[in-house]
């Protein structure tokens, strides 16, 4: 009888034995697990530019897009201009000033910055600079071939949210090799979304 004890107690843990080793390691980071998808690139970080929003500037292989307040995963108080620069010459940033308003009423900016991308597909920041008027010294903003950038900036609402026909006046000097180009472009959205102070 006690023989038969010890074999099926044997049995019992080499089983118990098997089934640990055949477990996923729970303690690896979540992106190992089978079927995991919390990791994976979504829209924005698989095709670089946003997804599928038609740019306002495409010429040359020079990719512009703009984006409002509260579009897609932006805050109630950013908007952005996204470069990508697919020409075969260097791509530089001479002059920007762009102005917003809602309601007729001039809004100021409260922070803005440029940043730098290795390629349209990367969000590896490889630069960083302050664009605001009180702290921009001039630095060149520069993309060589394949590289995007964006011009990005927080502006001051206020701390009552604002819902009205919304209106974005932007005016850039592009450098492409020795070639000046020059964009006067206005972007208007009616009334129906709120911008706001982003902490309000």
Avoid: C
Wanted: charged share 20%; glycine share 8%; proline share 6%.
């Amino acid at each position: 009888m006690l023989p038969k004890i010890i074999i099926v107690g044997v049995i019992l843990a080499l089983g118990f034995i098997g089934f640990r080793l055949i477990q996923p390691d729970r303690s690896q980071p979540a992106q190992n697990l089978p079927g995991n998808t919390q990791n994976q690139p979504n829209q924005q970080s698989s095709t670089g530019m946003y997804g599928s929003k038609a740019p306002f500037y495409n010429e040359d292989g020079i990719t512009l897009q703009h984006y409002w307040p509260s579009e897609g995963s932006f805050s109630a108080e950013e908007t952005e201009i996204l470069l990508f620069n697919g020409n075969s010459q260097n791509l530089q940033v001479k002059s920007f000033d762009l102005s917003y308003m809602v309601e007729r009423k001039t809004y100021p900016q409260k922070s803005g910055t440029w940043e730098k991308f290795p390629a349209k597909d990367s969000w590896e920041k490889i630069e960083y600079i302050m664009i605001s008027p009180q702290y921009y010294k001039g630095e060149q903003l520069l993309l060589t071939p394949g590289q995007k950038g964006k011009l990005h900036w927080h502006m001051q609402f206020g701390s009552q949210p604002l819902d009205g026909k919304q209106t974005v006046n932007l005016k850039l000097t592009l450098l492409k090799g020795s070639e000046t180009i020059n964009i006067d472009e206005q972007f208007n959205r009616n009334s129906g979304v709120v911008v706001s102070k982003e902490d309000h």
